[in-house]
């Protein structure tokens, strides 16, 4: 189903997510830290919204942790929109599976969006809009001194202009 410029403009988003990064951070009193980030990028804006997970609060790659994070999203950031289009990574564990799929089918019939469609990248191709947005949080990282959470968070939102995490 295609939508004219208008109408995509007042109802449609087009979100994509990816767990792309984790990064070690020394220099810490009682050792490293490894901190998980998940971005959520809202093609509308471009914007990322990310979520920095602490090693200790982390749970793993599957489709829980997507999920619960998503849903999170769609609760604090969402526009009020009822179509959505979702672009994913070809992971099978986070993003490919039942469970996911039954979680975007349950906000349709319960009529918190009339459709979603969730489509996955083409084999071969591995780069898309989140990897753009963690590609300058390494940028900004290499020239940073972070020895802590709160020091990761500000190379987050330093990153690019309108950060959010």
Not at 91 to 107: A, D, S, T, V
Request: proline letters at 2%; charged letters at 15%; one cysteine or more.
């Amino acid at each position: 189903m295609r939508f004219n410029a208008q109408f995509w403009a007042e109802s449609e988003q087009i979100k994509m997510f990816n767990n792309g990064m984790i990064i070690l951070i020394g220099h810490v009193k009682n050792g490293s830290i490894i901190i998980s980030i998940f971005g959520i990028c809202e093609e509308a804006f471009p914007q990322q919204t990310n979520y920095l997970i602490k090693e200790n609060e982390y749970v793993g790659k599957g489709a829980n942790i997507v999920i619960s994070i998503i849903q999170h999203y769609f609760e604090n950031h969402g526009f009020g929109e009822k179509f959505v289009v979702i672009h994913a990574d070809n992971c099978p564990e986070q993003n490919k599976n039942n469970i996911m799929i039954k979680y975007l089918i349950w906000h349709v019939l319960n009529n918190l969006y009339k459709q979603i469609i969730y489509s996955f990248m083409v084999a071969g191709h591995t780069k898309f809009s989140p990897d753009g947005f963690f590609g300058l949080i390494k940028l900004k990282l290499r020239n940073s001194e972070v020895d802590s959470l709160t020091d990761m968070v500000q190379v987050v939102q330093n990153s690019t202009i309108g950060a959010i995490t």
